[in-house]
Protein backbone atom coordinates (compact mmCIF):
# COMPACT_ATOMS: atom_id res chain seq x y z
CA UNK A 1 0.00 0.00 0.00
CA UNK A 2 0.92 3.90 -0.06
CA UNK A 3 3.00 5.08 2.62
CA UNK A 4 5.06 8.23 3.50
CA UNK A 5 8.14 7.90 5.81
CA UNK A 6 10.81 10.02 6.80
CA UNK A 7 14.15 8.71 7.69
CA UNK A 8 15.01 10.14 10.67
CA UNK A 9 12.48 11.30 13.70
CA UNK A 10 15.01 14.20 15.41
CA UNK A 11 16.90 16.70 13.53
CA UNK A 12 19.18 19.01 15.49
CA UNK A 13 21.39 21.64 13.60
CA UNK A 14 23.63 24.45 14.21
CA UNK A 15 21.71 27.76 13.51
CA UNK A 16 22.97 29.47 10.34
CA UNK A 17 23.57 25.95 9.17
CA UNK A 18 21.91 23.89 6.29
CA UNK A 19 19.09 21.81 7.29
CA UNK A 20 17.93 18.82 5.36
CA UNK A 21 14.76 16.86 6.09
CA UNK A 22 14.23 13.53 3.91
CA UNK A 23 11.32 11.88 3.39
CA UNK A 24 10.27 8.66 1.28
CA UNK A 25 7.37 7.61 -0.34
CA UNK A 26 6.43 4.54 -2.00
CA UNK A 27 3.29 5.29 -4.44
CA UNK A 28 5.38 5.74 -7.95
CA UNK A 29 2.24 7.23 -9.27
CA UNK A 30 1.95 10.16 -6.82
CA UNK A 31 1.91 13.63 -8.59
CA UNK A 32 1.89 16.30 -5.86
CA UNK A 33 3.95 16.19 -2.58
CA UNK A 34 3.86 19.16 0.22
CA UNK A 35 6.16 20.17 2.98
CA UNK A 36 4.39 21.12 5.93
CA UNK A 37 5.95 22.99 9.24
CA UNK A 38 3.99 22.32 12.60
CA UNK A 39 4.86 24.67 15.29
CA UNK A 40 4.42 23.30 19.00
CA UNK A 41 0.36 24.14 19.43
CA UNK A 42 -0.56 24.91 16.20
CA UNK A 43 -1.58 23.50 13.06
CA UNK A 44 0.92 22.68 10.13
CA UNK A 45 1.68 25.35 7.84
CA UNK A 46 2.25 25.28 4.26
CA UNK A 47 5.90 25.72 3.49
CA UNK A 48 6.48 24.35 -0.06
CA UNK A 49 4.95 21.91 -2.50
CA UNK A 50 6.31 20.26 -5.94
CA UNK A 51 4.53 18.41 -8.95
CA UNK A 52 6.03 15.26 -9.85
CA UNK A 53 6.95 17.13 -13.53
CA UNK A 54 9.64 18.93 -11.78
CA UNK A 55 13.12 18.06 -9.95
CA UNK A 56 13.25 20.75 -7.85
CA UNK A 57 11.78 23.73 -6.50
CA UNK A 58 12.70 26.87 -4.39
CA UNK A 59 11.33 29.24 -2.18
CA UNK A 60 12.73 31.80 0.62
CA UNK A 61 15.05 29.83 2.20
CA UNK A 62 14.00 26.80 1.45
CA UNK A 63 14.18 24.42 -1.63
CA UNK A 64 12.32 21.14 -2.20
CA UNK A 65 14.12 18.46 -4.35
CA UNK A 66 12.14 15.24 -5.93
CA UNK A 67 14.14 12.49 -7.17
CA UNK A 68 11.43 10.21 -8.55
CA UNK A 69 13.76 7.49 -9.75
CA UNK A 70 14.38 6.80 -5.91
CA UNK A 71 11.04 7.85 -4.81
CA UNK A 72 12.48 10.36 -2.35
CA UNK A 73 11.65 13.82 -1.58
CA UNK A 74 13.85 16.33 0.68
CA UNK A 75 13.43 19.57 2.32
CA UNK A 76 16.39 21.85 2.45
CA UNK A 77 16.45 24.81 4.82
CA UNK A 78 19.26 27.39 4.22
CA UNK A 79 20.65 29.35 7.32
CA UNK A 80 18.62 27.58 9.85
CA UNK A 81 16.87 29.82 12.06
CA UNK A 82 15.83 29.33 15.97
CA UNK A 83 12.46 29.92 14.37
CA UNK A 84 12.78 26.97 12.05
CA UNK A 85 12.23 24.32 15.32
CA UNK A 86 9.45 22.42 14.64
CA UNK A 87 7.91 19.55 13.37
CA UNK A 88 8.13 18.99 9.66
CA UNK A 89 5.94 16.37 7.57
CA UNK A 90 5.98 15.54 4.01
CA UNK A 91 2.46 14.31 2.33
CA UNK A 92 2.31 13.16 -0.96
CA UNK A 93 -1.49 13.29 -2.87
CA UNK A 94 -3.22 9.65 -2.34
CA UNK A 95 -3.58 8.01 -5.85
CA UNK A 96 -4.79 9.91 -8.84
CA UNK A 97 -8.25 10.17 -7.69
CA UNK A 98 -10.14 13.30 -7.47
CA UNK A 99 -10.33 13.17 -3.49
CA UNK A 100 -7.13 15.65 -2.75
CA UNK A 101 -6.13 13.46 -0.22
CA UNK A 102 -3.06 13.89 1.59
CA UNK A 103 -1.22 10.86 3.20
CA UNK A 104 0.92 12.01 5.94
CA UNK A 105 4.18 10.90 7.03
CA UNK A 106 5.28 10.30 10.99
CA UNK A 107 7.20 14.06 11.23
CA UNK A 108 10.68 15.07 11.51
CA UNK A 109 11.38 17.22 14.62
CA UNK A 110 14.14 19.98 13.74
CA UNK A 111 15.90 21.56 16.53
CA UNK A 112 18.05 24.33 15.87
CA UNK A 113 20.68 25.27 18.47
CA UNK A 114 21.85 28.56 18.70
CA UNK B 1 -9.64 35.83 5.21
CA UNK B 2 -9.43 34.57 8.04
CA UNK B 3 -8.48 30.98 6.37
CA UNK B 4 -10.03 27.93 8.49
CA UNK B 5 -11.34 28.79 12.12
CA UNK B 6 -11.66 26.04 14.62
CA UNK B 7 -13.62 25.81 17.82
CA UNK B 8 -13.74 25.44 20.52
CA UNK B 9 -9.50 25.26 21.11
CA UNK B 10 -9.93 22.92 24.03
CA UNK B 11 -12.68 20.50 25.32
CA UNK B 12 -13.14 17.97 28.49
CA UNK B 13 -15.30 15.36 27.73
CA UNK B 14 -16.52 12.41 30.22
CA UNK B 15 -17.18 9.02 28.75
CA UNK B 16 -20.45 8.85 27.06
CA UNK B 17 -20.91 12.26 26.60
CA UNK B 18 -21.16 13.90 22.82
CA UNK B 19 -19.99 17.44 21.37
CA UNK B 20 -19.60 18.98 17.80
CA UNK B 21 -16.19 19.66 16.74
CA UNK B 22 -16.81 23.27 14.46
CA UNK B 23 -15.09 24.07 11.54
CA UNK B 24 -15.64 26.91 9.35
CA UNK B 25 -13.60 28.19 5.97
CA UNK B 26 -14.05 31.69 4.26
CA UNK B 27 -11.73 31.27 1.34
CA UNK B 28 -14.10 29.15 -0.69
CA UNK B 29 -12.86 26.10 -1.15
CA UNK B 30 -14.49 22.69 -2.17
CA UNK B 31 -12.93 20.59 -0.29
CA UNK B 32 -12.83 19.75 3.45
CA UNK B 33 -11.28 17.33 5.85
CA UNK B 34 -11.38 16.15 9.19
CA UNK B 35 -7.91 14.70 11.15
CA UNK B 36 -6.99 13.71 14.43
CA UNK B 37 -3.28 13.93 15.58
CA UNK B 38 -1.72 11.79 18.63
CA UNK B 39 0.57 12.90 20.51
CA UNK B 40 4.18 12.63 18.48
CA UNK B 41 2.39 11.17 15.54
CA UNK B 42 1.42 12.19 12.19
CA UNK B 43 -1.86 13.15 10.71
CA UNK B 44 -5.01 10.71 10.08
CA UNK B 45 -8.12 11.25 7.96
CA UNK B 46 -11.26 10.72 9.82
CA UNK B 47 -13.48 12.34 7.26
CA UNK B 48 -13.83 14.20 4.38
CA UNK B 49 -15.95 16.10 2.18
CA UNK B 50 -15.95 17.50 -1.84
CA UNK B 51 -18.38 19.52 -1.61
CA UNK B 52 -21.81 20.82 0.08
CA UNK B 53 -23.76 17.50 0.77
CA UNK B 54 -20.83 15.10 0.27
CA UNK B 55 -18.74 13.57 2.28
CA UNK B 56 -16.99 10.20 2.43
CA UNK B 57 -14.54 8.47 5.23
CA UNK B 58 -11.13 8.53 5.61
CA UNK B 59 -8.85 6.69 7.08
CA UNK B 60 -10.18 6.43 11.25
CA UNK B 61 -13.68 6.96 10.45
CA UNK B 62 -15.79 4.73 13.37
CA UNK B 63 -17.09 7.16 16.34
CA UNK B 64 -16.82 10.38 14.16
CA UNK B 65 -19.90 11.47 12.09
CA UNK B 66 -19.71 14.52 9.84
CA UNK B 67 -21.90 16.98 7.57
CA UNK B 68 -21.79 19.51 4.63
CA UNK B 69 -24.50 21.92 4.44
CA UNK B 70 -22.82 24.63 3.31
CA UNK B 71 -19.60 25.13 1.48
CA UNK B 72 -18.42 27.17 4.72
CA UNK B 73 -19.19 24.75 7.29
CA UNK B 74 -17.80 21.17 7.89
CA UNK B 75 -18.85 19.66 11.80
CA UNK B 76 -17.39 16.61 13.49
CA UNK B 77 -19.80 15.10 15.20
CA UNK B 78 -18.47 12.54 18.12
CA UNK B 79 -21.87 10.37 19.25
CA UNK B 80 -20.12 8.25 22.51
CA UNK B 81 -16.76 9.91 23.73
CA UNK B 82 -14.28 7.19 24.53
CA UNK B 83 -10.74 7.80 25.85
CA UNK B 84 -9.15 6.68 22.76
CA UNK B 85 -10.47 9.78 21.00
CA UNK B 86 -8.24 12.16 23.12
CA UNK B 87 -6.66 13.56 20.28
CA UNK B 88 -5.83 17.05 18.42
CA UNK B 89 -8.38 17.42 15.75
CA UNK B 90 -7.49 19.47 12.80
CA UNK B 91 -9.73 21.18 10.10
CA UNK B 92 -8.34 21.53 6.75
CA UNK B 93 -9.22 22.98 3.78
CA UNK B 94 -8.23 23.26 -0.23
CA UNK B 95 -9.80 24.37 -3.79
CA UNK B 96 -10.06 21.25 -5.24
CA UNK B 97 -10.41 20.02 -8.53
CA UNK B 98 -13.75 21.96 -9.67
CA UNK B 99 -14.10 24.98 -10.55
CA UNK B 100 -10.73 25.83 -9.14
CA UNK B 101 -7.85 23.83 -9.23
CA UNK B 102 -5.38 23.05 -6.24
CA UNK B 103 -4.27 20.51 -3.97
CA UNK B 104 -2.60 22.60 -1.23
CA UNK B 105 -4.58 21.94 2.37
CA UNK B 106 -4.70 24.87 4.53
CA UNK B 107 -5.16 24.08 7.93
CA UNK B 108 -6.79 25.19 11.38
CA UNK B 109 -5.60 26.08 14.17
CA UNK B 110 -6.76 22.78 16.00
CA UNK B 111 -9.21 21.86 18.84
CA UNK B 112 -7.52 19.45 21.67
CA UNK B 113 -9.66 17.15 22.99
CA UNK B 114 -9.39 14.97 26.55
CA UNK B 115 -11.68 12.02 27.02
CA UNK B 116 -11.81 10.88 30.87
Known amino acids: GESVGLHLPTLSVQEGDNSIINCAYS??????FIWYKQESGKGPQFIIDIRSNMDKRQGQRVTVLLNKTVKHLSLQIAATQPGDSAVYFCAEKEGSGNTGKLIFGQGTTLQVKP | NAGVTQTPKFRILKIGQSMTLQCTQDMNHNYMYWYRQDPGMGLKLIYYSVGAGITDKGEVPNGYNVSRSTTEDFPLRLELAAPSQTSVYFC???????????????FGPGTRLTVL
Open chain 1, 27 to 32: NSASDY
Open chain 2, 92 to 106: ASSPGRAPRGGDTQY
